[in-house]
Every structure is written in structure tokens, then in C-alpha cells.
């Protein structure tokens, strides 16, 4: 894909994820602004870029077979994130948070996938940035039914700090299994390269494959659930409340 395309993916991508704001914020309707995913500031247009979730610079790497199959942007993944100076503590950040996934966690995924043997030393920043790559692709897959609520503020809290766990990460975050990855292009390996992050839902508890990574991240309810929309009454389960608390304080 060239990247003359790449405005109108984010405009898509704009459009998409203003409407599914709006279902669970209706005060949205009105305004041009957004909610970054990651540090839940409302912004607009302008102030979000296009992210790649699987870093593009790892995407290189990809088996020549792999690359001319299946191209870049379906390999990565792809969602917006904001671009807008963040303050972070009494320090300021360039680019937001898709400049801060790109200094803190896009070089230790694009080690994870390099191929050949497995040479760096395993730390708690590559599992973090793991489950960064995990949530965005959670965030890909479910909106802001699984980003505005108290788990993934966890998460997403964990997103600013990416040297180590916080204290409220549950401990079953904390790990990451591997498998031994593929290596070549065909019939049967199609969607572990095109479908980059799969996540599978079993009630509050979602285990994201990242291609041969696989993470586990905790939801404070089931996205798969139907939400009652008309109804005066509802049983907790079947009603959501944003949760709206910035993630960086
Ligand atoms: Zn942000």
C-alpha cells in the first residue's frame, strides 16, 4: 500500500472510532475530538496519527515471501493514537502517545520478532511492551467498550510506566509464553502473518496472541456481552460506564 492511501486510512479510522465513542459517550456527538486510547485525553483530528502496532521497522524483517504477500499495514495492524505533547510528571513528551509507544516499546517488539536464535535477555519491559501491542489489539477488535473501564486503565497506566510493573498490574500479566515462530509463507501460516494480534475473549479474562507471543490481559467485563440500549432497568452486566480518568496521573 502506497502511502498517498495513508490520510484516508486515518480518516477511516477517525470516522469508525468516533462511532464507537459516541454509543458509549453520547456528549461526543457534538464535539470533533476524540479519546486517545491509551492516555484518554479528548482531541482532535489533527493531534492523532496513524500507529502501526506491530512496529513498522520489525515489518522489514518479514521472510521476502511473507512481504510480498501480504502487505505492510495488514502485517502491523493498524489503529490511531494521539500525536499531541504529552506532560508527563513536570517533563514533556514530543508526539504523544505514539511517540512514547515508539521510544519505549517499538524497539524491544522489533527485537522480539527478529528471527534467529533467540539472543536478547528477556526483561519486564518486553513483556510490558507485549501487553501494550496486546491492548491495542484488543482496542482494534472491541473499542472503547474494553479502553474506558477500570482494567484497562491499568493497563493503560502501565503504558507510562515501561521499565516496571506497577503495583496494580494482576500477576498473570506479568508472564508471556512463547513458541517457536514461523518462518516461511504459505496456506497454513496466512493468518499468523496477516492477523497480527488475536485475542480470544473468555468472560473477564482476554489471552492475545501476537504472533508466536501470547499475553493475558484481565477485563472488567465481558465485550462479547450484549449491552441493553433502550431499556430503563438493566442487570449490571448488560450496562457500561466509561470510565473517563486519564491514564499518565
Ligand atoms: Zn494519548
Known amino acids: 500500500m502506497s502511502d498517498v492511501q495513508l490520510p484516508d486510512l486515518k480518516f477511516k479510522l477517525w470516522t469508525m472510532l468516533r462511532e464507537d465513542l459516541v454509543q458509549y459517550v453520547p456528549a461526543f456527538e457534538d464535539a470533533d475530538t476524540l479519546l486517545c486510547p491509551i492516555c484518554c485525553r479528548p482531541l482532535r483530528y489533527e493531534q492523532f496519527s496513524l500507529e502501526h502496532i506491530l512496529p513498522q521497522q520489525a515489518m522489514k524483517l518479514d521472510p521476502t515471501d511473507v512481504r510480498n504477500a501480504i502487505i505492510k499495514n495488514e502485517r502491523s495492524g493498524l489503529t490511531l493514537l494521539c500525536s499531541e505533547t504529552l506532560i508527563v510528571g513536570n517533563k514533556s513528551y514530543a508526539k504523544g502517545c505514539n511517540g512514547w509507544k515508539g521510544r519505549n516499546f517499538d524497539p524491544h517488539i522489533s527485537d522480539l520478532l527478529k528471527r534467529g536464535p533467540f539472543s536478547i535477555q528477556f526483561a519486564d519491559t518486553h513483556i510490558i511492551a507485549l501487553l501494550v501491542v496486546g491492548y491495542l489489539g484488543l482496542f482494534k477488535q472491541y473499542g472503547y467498550r474494553v479502553?474506558?473501564?477500570?482494567?484497562?486503565?491499568?493497563?493503560?497506566?502501565?503504558?507510562?510506566?515501561?521499565?516496571?510493573?506497577?503495583?496494580?498490574?494482576?500477576?498473570?500479566?506479568?508472564?508471556?509464553?512463547?513458541?517457536?515462530?514461523?518462518?516461511?509463507?504459505?496456506?497454513?501460516?496466512?493468518?499468523?502473518?496477516?492477523?497480527?494480534?488475536?485475542?480470544?475473549?473468555?468472560?473477564?479474562?482476554?489471552?492475545?496472541?501476537?504472533?508466536?507471543?501470547?499475553?493475558?490481559?484481565?477485563?472488567?467485563?465481558?465485550?462479547?456481552?450484549?449491552?441493553?440500549?433502550?431499556?430503563?432497568?438493566?442487570?449490571?452486566?448488560?450496562?457500561?460506564?466509561?470510565?473517563?480518568?486519564?491514564?499518565?496521573?
Open 147 to 249: 479502553a474506558l473501564t477500570d482494567r484497562s486503565l491499568v493497563l493503560r497506566n502501565q503504558f507510562f510506566n515501561p521499565r516496571r510493573f506497577t503495583k496494580h498490574l494482576p500477576l498473570k500479566s506479568q508472564m508471556v509464553l512463547s513458541g517457536d515462530p514461523h518462518t516461511q509463507y504459505g496456506p497454513e501460516t496466512h493468518a499468523y502473518w496477516s492477523d497480527p494480534v488475536k485475542v480470544y475473549v473468555d468472560a473477564t479474562k482476554a489471552t492475545i496472541a501476537i504472533r508466536n507471543y501470547s499475553v493475558i490481559l484481565s477485563l472488567s467485563y465481558d465485550p462479547t456481552i450484549p449491552l441493553a440500549r433502550t431499556l430503563a432497568y438493566a442487570p449490571r452486566k448488560h450496562v457500561f460506564r466509561p470510565d473517563l480518568r486519564l491514564a499518565f496521573q
